[in-house]
């Protein structure tokens, strides 16, 4: 052994192993949470949890609007909560039938809810017509009394245009449906489907400029998911406009419009002085204080200042003020990040589903619940002319409810019956019973009836026309060859070497 080696010092003793720290960054959660959306069923997960949290936050919200206002006016702060948690079951009972239904069972509803939607609104415009004229002492005949907005047959009462939206979506994805790809003609659209939409907006605009505005991007996201050429959206959305120009200024209510719309423009400094007897921005004003209170956390839920009858509309179409101060910034990036979801998973059923009918219905319904948000939250924090739209799941309202959560049951069976998801419930089908409960086994994909094909047609055109010159060579190739040569499938290169026909015979 050398002196190096016996004066060498001896090695250090390995200590103990370093804890491991474990990394998560960007790219694994986006892993993660793309190997989430992969799955089957991950539509219709997306659906159900981003509905449901809003419905629930929703009759949370319309209790701490209504507790005070209610118990001042019966004695009990339940009254308005009751109501509309009734009309939460029957939304859920709506929700269930729709998404058992299958899709011809949608397309023959169609006319059906169409010409009793119509008929509604035409009850309520003309009653309200005639009383405003004289011809009757107070808008009612028999059991049929109409106001603003409502129609009462009796004990029931509706709001005929969230009627329409449901009706609209579903007799228009069934008539572009079966025009298919003949929509890229005018006159198609003229027959019958632009003349009865106007009609419909006329009789809802009048007397409800915000669900005429909703029903206006609900048709355009129709058109639009159909393939509809985009000349035609120009035109469209400029007569549109002029439309809701004409009603601003309509006789009745185009005064109070025309105020309510050019207090839009209002600096914040004019609407914070406004007066409490001015109806045109008091309400404003409210809801602007009530969000800067809230600040990031709120004040607490049920603590609420300014639903103490100082904020008009506090459990409606201006709800979420009440959000905005009671669970602050916090609450209102929640609510805005469920909306978020759930535009996300409608669009994305209307992108995956095979079917016409079920990606423009998938499309108009999401564009629908959307739009009105984006106009009612638009409206409180003074982005948007305020036009007393509801807030989806959230405000205050049996007939908007019902219908939301029907639309919704409408998505969920679409939402099954996306080819990955049907394959996917009939891999692993479940109990009899639990289908008889829930939802029976949507069908299997399959290839598209002709008639519903021919609305995927001016889709496809574009790629058609990139296949063309694939297609033209191998004729463009052939063109030189003889008769015998095209016949025997040889090339003029192949049939001069090819021989005599002695050599072809051996």
């Not at 009706?167 to 632009?194: C, H, M, Q, Y």
């Not at 991007?217 to 439309?243: C, D, E, H, N, S």
């Amino acid at each position: 052994m050398t002196g190096d080696a016996r004066t060498a010092a001896p090695p250090e003793q390995a200590g103990p192993p370093a804890p491991r720290v474990l990394r998560v960054d960007l790219f694994t959660w986006l892993a993660a949470l793309r190997g989430l959306l992969s799955r089957p069923l991950a539509s219709y997960y997306l659906l159900l949890a981003s509905a449901g949290l809003l419905l629930v936050i929703g009759l949370a919200m319309v209790y701490s609007a209504t507790s005070v206002a209610a118990y001042s006016a019966s004695g009990s702060a339940f009254t308005v909560i009751a109501q509309q948690v009734i009309a939460a079951v029957v939304g859920l009972a709506a929700f269930w039938v729709c998404q058992r239904l299958p899709r011809r069972t949608f397309r023959a509803m169609a006319p059906v809810a169409l010409t009793v939607s119509i008929v509604l609104l035409l009850l309520m415009d003309g009653i309200a017509l005639l009383h405003a004229s004289k011809a009757l002492p107070k808008p009612q005949i028999g059991f049929i009394h109409s106001e603003t907005l409502w129609l009462y047959i009796g004990p029931v009462q509706l709001q005929p245009s969230e009627l329409a939206k449901f009706a609209l979506v579903l007799w228009g994805a069934d008539v572009l449906t079966r025009k298919g790809n003949s929509i890229v003609r005018l006159k198609e659209l003229f027959t019958p489907l632009f003349p009865l939409v106007g009609l419909l907006f006329v009789l809802v605009g009048y007397t409800d400029l915000g669900t005429m505005l909703c029903l206006l991007i609900l048709f355009i996201g129709l058109l639009w998911a159909a393939g509809t050429p985009m000349r035609y959206f120009g035109m469209l959305i400029g007569t549109g406009l002029a439309g809701i120009a004409l009603l601003i200024v309509a006789p009745g209510l185009g005064g109070y419009r025309s105020d309510r719309f050019g207090a839009f423009f209002q600096t914040d400094a004019e609407i914070i002085s406004c007066a409490a007897n001015d109806d045109t921005c008091y309400q404003s004003k409210q809801g602007l204080l009530a969000i800067s209170d809230g600040g990031w956390f709120g004040v607490g839920l049920g603590k609420s200042s300014l639903k103490w009858n100082w904020l008009p509309s506090a459990h409606n179409d201006f709800i979420f003020a009440v959000i905005a101060e009671e669970l602050g910034v916090v609450g209102c990036l929640v609510v805005l990040s469920l909306f978020a979801v759930l535009t996300f998973t409608g669009l994305r059923i209307a992108r995956r589903v095979n079917d016409p009918f079920r990606r423009m219905a998938a499309c108009a319904v999401t564009l629908w619940l959307v739009a009105q948000a984006v106009i009612n939250i638009g409206g409180v924090v003074k982005l948007l002319p305020i036009t007393g739209l509801p807030l989806p799941f959230i405000s205050d309202g049996g007939t908007a409810l019902v219908v939301t959560l029907a639309a919704v049951g409408m998505l969920a069976s679409f939402a099954r019956a996306e080819p990955d998801a049907a394959r996917a419930l009939h891999a692993r089908p479940a109990p009899k019973w639990a289908q008889l409960v829930w939802a029976p086994l949507p069908p299997l994909p399959s290839p598209a009836r002709p008639a519903d094909t021919a609305a995927s047609a001016t889709a496809a055109a574009p790629v058609a026309k990139a296949r063309e010159p694939q297609a033209k060579e191998p004729a463009s190739r052939t063109a030189g060859q003889s008769p015998g040569d095209r016949r025997s499938g040889g090339s003029p290169g192949r049939s001069g070497n090819a021989g005599g026909p002695g050599e072809r015979r051996r």
